[in-house]
């Protein structure tokens, strides 16, 4: 590949890791001769191999690299060599050990130390030889495990690869390197002819009409140029009834939002329409919303809290709504008679006629009785009721107890005055 670097690294809805771009590999293929003579570099700086910044023939073993470069960042958060300019990382990539991953991020373990310094090994013989290794033996550090190194017999690896050549002029080749100062991907190749690059560009566009021919001349194409197999027309459900309508939109593979609609016009339950509107062309799975009428004479409660009764009851009245049932409810903060909340609450959907129960307030708060309770604890309790509270000491006794309490437990006016006696001895 050449270039494995996050940019190229996809992940699917089900999890697949797909590599992609494989643009300097094949340009590599296509041309290979030429690379081999000017030993042209190709790749992005940050997670090139070594070999590469050197200008060497490169083999599977620096895609390796460079996924060792992307672990060491999945680990610590930062590329593990860096610089101002592209050159500079280059030459670390040559020279420079990288730092151990736990020195950045003291999570990681040390088997996974190991596993990224050996992928990041200089020489390519002595890094990971094949992706089912390194994959093993990451496996391997992630449960816990001490990776088991494997060293290739030097005949096979010579086979495989060819001879090491550690031994050329590494430091030499960085003068071929021709990089912008965006560490983005490196080519210092030599341009194609004139002829090719023409002869490519009216390919491309060959190919782009033909595509778009295509495309135009697919059947059930909506404007946006999508086909069927991705989009689909909204069906027509409007006058019928939801449970109808829904299953229609459902058969077209669509989810349904329902939302309720006062109308003069189309009778409670059939639907009033759709957004998107019918024969709208959307993607499939796409949520629809459907307005279902709620009928004639619909209305919403009204904000009655906060209301004396005789006022709210009035404001339910003016909205053709029920007076309902007036609950007496205990309150420390809403006074007495006034309106402490509805049923159904205010804003709600109704229709005309329906009944509005409120609650109310009676005025009272339920005072409990302290006696033998802690002094701060019977304080606390009883402020928090919004009673005036009066605290006596009484000195012929210790231990901070309660002893006396002028108000009697049970139903009190609010905001009534109570004197506790306590204990301080």
Not at 210 to 227: A, F, H, K, R
């Amino acid at each position: 590949h050449r270039d494995v670097k996050p940019g190229n690294i996809m992940i699917t809805q089900n999890g697949q890791v797909k590599v992609m771009d494989f643009g300097i590999a094949r340009a590599v293929s296509d041309n290979s001769a030429t690379v081999a003579e000017t030993g042209a570099v190709l790749g992005t700086v940050r997670y090139f191999s070594p070999e590469q910044a050197r200008g060497e023939t490169v083999d599977a073993r620096t895609d390796l690299y460079s996924t060792g470069v992307i672990l060491f960042e999945l680990l610590t958060g930062r590329a593990p060599f860096r610089g101002e300019r592209a050159a500079a990382v280059a030459y670390q990539h040559i020279s420079e050990p990288p730092a151990t991953p736990s020195t950045i991020n003291p999570r990681v373990s040390p088997y996974l130390d190991s596993v990224v310094l050996h992928a990041l090994n200089k020489n390519k013989f002595d890094r990971y030889q094949s992706a089912a290794e390194f994959r093993n033996d990451v496996e391997a550090a992630g449960a816990g495990q001490v990776p088991q190194r494997r060293t290739p017999a030097e005949e096979f690896s010579s086979s495989l690869f060819g001879a090491d050549p550690s031994a050329a002029a590494p430091d030499a080749q960085l003068r071929r390197l021709v990089v912008n100062d965006d560490e983005r991907t490196v080519r210092t190749q030599a341009r194609p002819p004139v002829a090719w690059i023409w002869a490519g560009v009216v390919l491309m566009m060959t190919i782009l009409f033909t595509v778009v021919i295509w495309v135009i001349s697919l059947p059930g194409q909506s404007e946006t140029g999508i086909g069927n197999s991705m989009s689909v027309a909204v069906p027509d459900v409007v006058g019928s009834t939801f449970e109808i309508g829904s299953v229609n939109l459902g058969k077209a593979d669509l989810k349904v939002v329902r939302v309720g609609q006062a109308s003069d016009t189309v009778p409670e339950g059939q639907i009033i329409g759709t957004d998107p509107s019918a024969r709208i062309k959307v993607p499939v799975k796409q949520a629809v919303t459907v307005f279902v009428s709620l009928g004639k004479g619909t209305t919403t409660v009204p904000q009655v809290d906060q209301q004396t009764e005789a006022a709210a009851q009035g404001m339910l009245k003016d909205r053709k709504l029920a007076v309902g049932v007036s609950t007496l409810e205990y309150s420390s903060t809403v006074a007495i008679n006034i309106v402490i909340s509805s049923d159904p609450a205010a804003g709600a959907a109704v229709r005309e006629g329906d009944t509005v129960n409120l609650v109310v307030s009676n005025g009272l708060v339920q005072v409990p009785s302290e006696i033998g309770q802690p002094y701060n604890t019977a304080i606390t309790a009883l402020s928090a009721l919004l009673l005036q509270v009066d605290a006596r000491p009484d000195a012929g006794c210790a231990g901070g107890l309660v002893t006396a309490q002028s108000l009697a437990p049970g139903d009190q006016p609010q905001k009534s005055s109570i004197t506790i006696t306590y204990c301080s001895k």
